[in-house]
């Protein structure tokens, strides 16, 4: 069996590239052959689409959002498609994207494909400020997209539901996501006796990450005397609006904008810092947080993560045995759980062995590429 994975672009730092990266890692370890394909157009192809598109997003974002859809499928998707198929049983598309690209071998009994969900695509678009018309046209092709494929993935129930209910499909595979563990880890974890406080937020800045909860939470901490700073790894259109927040709470000094940083510098960072903070709120009408790679990565790296209690998140932690889950949209929740860290750092070490031993026994690569396998293998009747 050969698997051609369609993604997101090498230089895209996100939960999608790296699911990519741990999918295809943990399928050669059980010795499957694997290729990918980018979204990202190369040479006269980012001529085609991408120049048009940045010009056009300076006038109307819904126009530019049209017309690289319309433009990648065209141009780019469906000819790295039949360029890349030869010898590949499965195809694997990592986002409604790729569908238009890949209707053609739906019946084709020698090729499996397999659309993996990370979340609610058309809620997210409406969330970002997108028309009607744009958000009815990416919810019309979820539709097809999912009644179409032969099989279905996602990370969380709840974004299983959401495919149910728009597609009527009821035969989705729930697969959670998986990192690449390696010898990095708590073992590795800096001395827990300093006195400054290091959190860190991974991630895209946009409204439903709740950031600004974390910078709240932040401020609180400080007023009651406590030595902490948040590093803030990520971009996005809330940037602006968040640096204006932390100027607000006077807390500017302490809290950092570092932007986007390659997958392994962060993987590498987190090592720095005591506290992760994952404040997510949800979005749209049934969106949530799906089963985001960070809180995996800083649960691995033996961070004390605390999180909202929404979606994937209330998922992978157990409140008060690895980690810490509150209520969503409560920065006085996250404050006084950092008020207690601060009080006796040597006794959430516990917590943090915890959390690197769930990851490490329930979320790893090899684990979720097993689980895919068993859907590649299904479909094809190996």
Not at 33 to 60: A, C, E, F, G, H
Not at 119 to 125: K, N, T, V
Not at 311 to 325: A, C, E, N, R, V
Request: hydrophobic share 35%.
């Amino acid at each position: 069996m050969n698997v051609l994975i369609a993604g997101v672009p090498k230089k895209i730092s996100s939960g999608v590239r790296t699911h990519t990266l741990s999918l295809m890692s943990g399928l050669e370890e059980h010795n499957i052959k694997t290729s990918y394909i980018s979204s990202y157009p190369q040479q006269l192809d980012k001529m085609i689409t991408s120049v048009p598109y940045r010009l056009l997003n300076m006038v109307d974002k819904d126009v530019a959002f049209n017309w690289k859809f319309e433009s990648l499928n065209k141009y780019v998707f469906r000819k790295e498609v039949k360029r890349s198929l030869s010898n590949n049983s499965i195809i694997n598309i990592q986002s409604v994207d790729w569908y238009y690209s890949v209707r053609s071998f739906l019946n084709n009994r020698d090729i499996g494909v397999v659309l993996t969900i990370h979340g609610a695509y058309a809620d997210q678009l409406k969330e970002k400020g997108y028309s009607p018309r744009t958000v009815e046209k990416v919810l019309n092709l979820e539709k097809e997209a999912f009644r179409s494929v032969k099989a279905l993935v996602t990370v969380s129930q709840k974004t299983a539901d959401y495919i149910t209910e728009i597609s009527g499909r009821t035969d989705i595979h729930i697969i959670p996501n998986g990192i690449i563990t390696d010898s990095q880890g708590l073992s590795e974890k800096k001395d827990t006796k300093e006195n400054k406080i290091k959190c860190v937020f991974v991630g895209s800045l946009i409204k439903y990450k709740g950031v600004h909860f974390a910078i709240e939470a932040i401020s609180k901490a400080i007023s009651k005397g406590i030595d902490i700073s948040l590093d803030i790894i990520g971009d996005g259109p809330e940037r602006k609006a968040l640096e204006k927040l932390s100027s607000k709470l006077g807390v500017e000094r302490q809290i950092n904008f570092l932007g986007m940083l390659p997958q392994q510098d962060v993987r590498n960072r987190l090592l720095n810092y005591d506290i992760s903070l994952m404040p997510s709120i949800p979005y749209g009408e049934k969106g949530e947080e799906s089963f985001p790679y960070a809180c995996l990565e800083s649960m691995y790296s033996g961070l004390i993560t605390i999180a909202s209690n929404v979606g994937g998140l209330s998922k992978i932690i157990t409140d008060g045995y690895d980690g810490f889950l509150v209520e969503h949209s409560n920065s006085d929740a996250i404050s006084k759980i950092i008020e207690r860290y601060n009080g006796s750092k040597e006794k959430f070490n516990l917590i943090r062995q915890n959390a690197s031993e769930t990851i490490r026994n329930n979320y790893s690569a090899s684990v979720m590429a097993e689980k895919y396998l068993q859907v590649y293998k299904s479909i094809l009747k190996l």
